[in-house]
């Protein structure tokens, strides 16, 4: 399926419509020679590409339209996962999955933001962005997780939360709030992955973990580049300055001590390779749930809170 293109991943793209035409082709020794010189190329052409990405290119790529989804991730670092719907109250909200899996054996909750990928599944999805339901649903699978002694694992992928009139009707900042308040004291484990898209207070409310970790080109951000550019220049088309002010990559927020570590993307990003960045991620989280569980819950909690309350780092002037 033909997506669009962004202007600096174009030359890689070239390449790989000529790799995927010659493996379509009948094996041959020329082709077979054709092939093994086209996959050098594609390797050569993404290593120059990605040797040097901007914070506003990082950006892009966080939001490339192949980019693994949560669904993606569930289904392939997991098994027996049950999708639990609704949150009690008013509705189901498709834009958060949520529900109970096992990872290498052992049971977790596993909630994320859920984008879509035909039209009809992003409208069905709301392009990720929840409503007050979606995030009372992912309350009540915590509760659940809380209750019988399971790890919280959140992959959290979204612009951020949904801004209309029926979302705040309903109570978006409360939802949101009681969120930070809840994973704040939950006597669970809490892994947070960053997979694509960090975004506002929508993200944040999947956010509040023991440990919080990021896809190496993944984001997270207080706003958009384009809001901050909006706001403070009235000029969307500074986004890039936006994006490198910001501080949004995964590499300059572990250097801000916001989060405790970078999960490297296999070459040319996650939509790449999803089976290499499944393991990867499978990996990161075992072992974090490995350390987290050796601690007692008052100490975790207190962990939990001291951490949120240094994080970040500045300088006076």
Known sequence: MATPTLPFLQPIEE????????????????RDDALAVTKRELEETIESVFS??????????????????????????????????GDRSFADDPAIVAGFAQLEGDPVAVIGHQKGRSTSEKVRRNFGMPRPEGYRKALRVMRLAARFGRPVVTFIDTPGAYPGIDAEERGQAEAIATNLLEMARLPVPIVVVVTGEGGSGGALALGI?????????????????????????????????????????????????????????????????????????????????????????????????????????????
Not at 16 to 30: A, D, G, I, W
Not at 61 to 84: K, Q, S, W
Not at 229 to 239: F, M, V, Y
């Open 15 to 30: 390449v790989r419509e000529r790799l995927l035409k010659l493996q379509s082709e009948p094996s041959s020794l020329e």
């Open 209 to 317: 973990g023991d440990r919080i970790m990021m896809l190496e080109h993944s984001i997270y951000s207080v706003i958009s580049p384009e809001g901050c550019a909006a706001i403070l220049w009235k000029d969307q088309a500074r986004a890039q300055d936006a994006a490198s002010a910001l501080k949004i990559t995964a590499p300059d927020l572990k250097q801000l001590g916001v989060i405790d570590e970078v999960i490297p993307e296999p070459l040319g990003g996650a939509h790449m390779d999803p089976p290499t960045m499944c393991r990867s991620i499978s990996a990161a989280v075992r072992r974090a749930l490995k350390e987290l569980r050796r601690s007692k819950t008052d100490a975790l909690l207190q962990r939990r809170y001291r951490k949120f309350r240094t994080m970040g780092r500045f300088l006076e002037r």
């Open 52 to 85: 040097d990405l901007t914070p506003w290119q990082r950006c892009q790529v966080a939001r490339h339209p192949e980019r693994p989804y949560t669904l993606d991730y569930i289904n392939g670092t997991m098994t027996g996962f049950v999708e639990l719907h």
